[in-house]
Nanobody, 126 residues
Framework: QVQLVESGGGLVQAGGSLRLSCAAS????????MGWFRQAPGKVREFVAA????????YYADSVKGRFTISRDNAKNMVYLQMNSLKPEDTADYYC???????????????????WGQGTQVAVSS
């Protein structure tokens, strides 16, 4: 099992930017896909972005494509989510996730991931 700790959330005005970070520990980080999900109040948890084990492939929800960028630093056991041009509808708790099967391409569903962080809040005001 891997431990995931998110940081970087906060309150920002529409059009602004935030960078979320996720620190991973507990097992070999560089072999596993990583991702971000979010959950807004009263809504189901949804996929945001994912990155494969070596950073060579990235995937995004249509709602964030072109505005968010996922990246990773395997030397530091870190994954990041750069969020630009934020909108009020981006307001949610954001969760870092880690795959548990090495080398496979990342999934887009909650059941693809067994390891979850505690979440960090992002609030975008209009």
């Amino acid at each position: 099992q891997v431990q995931l700790v998110e940081s970087g959330g906060g309150l920002v005005q529409a059009g602004g930017s935030l960078r979320l970070s996720c620190a991973a520990s507990g097992r070999t980080f560089s072999s596993y896909a990583m991702g971000w999900f979010r959950q807004a109040p009263g809504k189901v948890r949804e996929f945001v972005a994912a990155i494969n084990w070596n950073g060579g492939s990235t995937y995004y929800a249509d709602s964030v494509k072109g505005r968010f960028t996922i990246s990773r630093d395997n030397a530091k056991n870190m994954v990041y989510l750069q969020m630009n041009s934020l909108k009020p509808e981006d307001t949610a708790d954001y969760y870092c996730v880690a795959d548990t099967i090495p080398w496979r391409q990342p999934g887009h569903y909650t059941f693809d991931y067994d390891d979850w962080g505690q979440g960090t809040q992002v609030a975008v005001s209009s």
